[in-house]
Nanobody
């Protein structure tokens, strides 16, 4: 069982930056693919970024490519999402997800564990 706790959300003006963190419980964090997803009111949860166990492979949604960076620190059981050049359309609840896989998935259905989410609001 893995428990995920996100933090770092908040209110920021368009063009600003935020860094989200997700701390995972358990001793096998380094074996998990980690992903970030987001869900805006009235919309389905969508993929944002994912990273493999070593950090050597990352995948991004086209909408965030070049602005967001996912990274992980296995010694701290933590995955990060650095978000730069934020836009109002990035406003959503952001969720951390984990799966014991060697393949980096982008589908919500492939992730076994989820955090409770952290709210990001970008004002125009």
């Amino acid at each position: 069982q893995v428990q995920l706790v996100e933090s770092g959300g908040g209110l920021v003006q368009a063009g600003g930056s935020l860094r989200l963190s997700c701390v995972a419980s358990g001793r096998t964090f380094s074996r998990y693919v980690m992903g970030w997803f987001r869900q805006a009111p009235g919309k389905e949860r969508e993929f944002v970024a994912a990273i493999n166990w070593s950090g050597g492979s990352t995948v991004y949604a086209d909408s965030v490519k070049g602005r967001f960076t996912i990274s992980r620190d296995n010694a701290k059981n933590t995955v990060y999402l650095q978000m730069n050049s934020l836009k109002p359309e990035d406003t959503a609840s952001y969720y951390c997800a984990a799966d014991p896989s060697i393949v980096v998935f982008t589908s919500t259905s492939r992730y076994h564990y989820w955090g409770q989410g952290t709210q990001v609001t970008v004002s125009s």
